[in-house]
């Protein structure tokens, strides 16, 4: 009885500390696109009835690609890619760092609601972090000059901060409380590593040689597919978008 209460408890402080989590990526979206928009002198609203549902359709999208995990041969099997980031950071790009975080947690909660966890939510939460620690910046970056060449360097920037981020994160927080709810001691964890690449003989290595590596291929390939779609995309995002503004002028 004593052990059930235990874990009940210790799932209650993680949900707890994931909205947490969530509230804190918000509130930092939030506040640097309000200064951005101040700067610019952009009164546009953040969040636009028009907004909210292209950012529907864009976390739909993200959800089915989120299914879609690869394995990758240098990493244990609970570490699997996938390409959901591809219409985060097209809807980062379009409609700013909040709509980001929003399509990224929307994401996630279509994915906990059709197929559950098997992680103890700490996947989830791991998917949901990491991806803000790459979203964000190249939001934020391109938010302030839309230009392609700040397109590509907000890209490399949140490959970069994702796979530091992503590494620490993994091997500071993420990977002692996945021991910790699911019952895996982290030596298991290690020796699965291990299995894979001998050179893996402890968390730090865990991260180093697993974690990073696959942090930096789906950054660049995200950052890659984003700049090809993402320019035949802009016009018809921004058409879009504008008819629905005038109609909002119009009709005052």
Known sequence: MNGLMQSVTENLIFVLEFLGIVLLMFAAAY?????????????????????????????????LLMLLEFPVPFAPSFYELDFSEIPVLIGAFAFGPVAGVMIEFCKILLKLAFKGTTTAFVGDLANFVIGCSFVLPASVLYLNKKTKKTAIAGSALGTVCMTVFGTAFNAVYLLPKFAQLYGMPLDVIVGMGTAINPAIHSVATLVIFAVAPMNILKGGSVSLVTMLVYKKLSPILKESYGRASVRKVAEQ
């Open 31 to 63: 506040g640097t696109e309000k200064v951005a928009k101040k700067k610019s002198g952009d009164t546009e609203r953040i969040l636009s009835t028009r907004k909210i549902a292209l950012i529907g359709v864009f976390s739909a999208i993200a959800f």
